[in-house]
């Protein structure tokens, strides 16, 4: 199975403006993402998806391949629907361009989810939740998923709801899993995506992933130990950096 990574990459943030070109570790953020994801065995082909030149200059001034989207896109899934659209590959890995810390196996196992589950159209994954709080917080995705694995619903809500008593976070198999915001899509079913109006249940909780519910598809959740940690604010940003140096550090 052909297998692309595509890092969607936007210059503008709200809360880190210029996030992709980050170098306060030598490396801009954005290669660091890049080249983790090339460490994946999956992957045949590694592109970043970006609007901004700036971006497309610094990911070709250390190698990278990138190419230049619309500016209109509403979504991530969108502009990366926009080059898969001209790639020739049987699966579509969405890795988030501030996501330095995710681990090249991760992304190995989602492209094995969908080589192995023939009848699902996208993988996710997944971890169990250990604290009240996330299982509690509107901010923080859950996913319930049948004895095959395969996603039945999302939700900001705590789900499964316990009815009676307190929910249990340490059954094995788990029973309450965290959504983490990664996927790898059959090409044809990415390209339906786009084109496909929001659904109902979409707009209702503001999940993307609904929409692929709605049409009747299969998403296939793998569950991974611990979550990755992004990078979506300053203080994310110098924690990683720190991280980095120490790492550089231990090696000296």
Do not use: W
């Amino acid at each position: 199975m052909k297998t692309a990574i595509v890092i969607p990459a936007r210059y503008g943030s709200t809360r880190l403006p210029g996030k992709p070109l980050l170098r306060s570790t030598g490396k801009y953020l954005i290669q660091h993402v890049y080249e983790l994801a090339c460490r994946a065995k999956a992957a045949s082909q590694v592109i970043v998806a970006t609007d901004d030149t700036r971006i497309l200059s610094a990911v070709e001034s250390f190698g990278g391949t990138a190419v230049m989207t619309r500016k209109d896109h509403q979504s991530g899934t969108d502009r990366i629907a926009e080059v898969a659209a001209g790639l020739d590959a049987d699966a579509i890995v969405n890795l988030q361009g501030d996501e330095p810390q995710f681990e090249p196996a991760a992304l190995d196992q989602l492209a094995d989810l969908l080589k192995d589950d023939p009848k699902a159209d996208v993988a996710t994954l997944a971890t169990p939740i250990r604290d009240r709080a996330i299982y509690l917080s509107p901010n923080c995705v859950k996913v319930v998923c049948d004895d095959a694995g395969r996603a039945l619903y999302f939700s900001r809500s705590p789900i499964p709801m316990v009815r009676d008593g307190a929910p249990d976070f340490a059954a094995d198999p788990p029973q309450f899993l965290l959504h983490l915001g990664v996927y790898a899509y059959r090409r044809d079913t990415l390209l339906r995506l786009a084109t496909t109006p929001p659904h109902p249940l979409e707009r209702t909780e503001k999940l993307e992933q609904l929409r692929v519910l709605g049409m009747g598809g299969v998403i296939r959740v793998g569950v991974v130990p611990h979550a990755h940690h992004g990078v979506d604010t300053p203080a994310d940003y110098d924690a990683f950096v720190d991280g980095v140096r120490g790492i550089v550090g231990r090696a000296a």
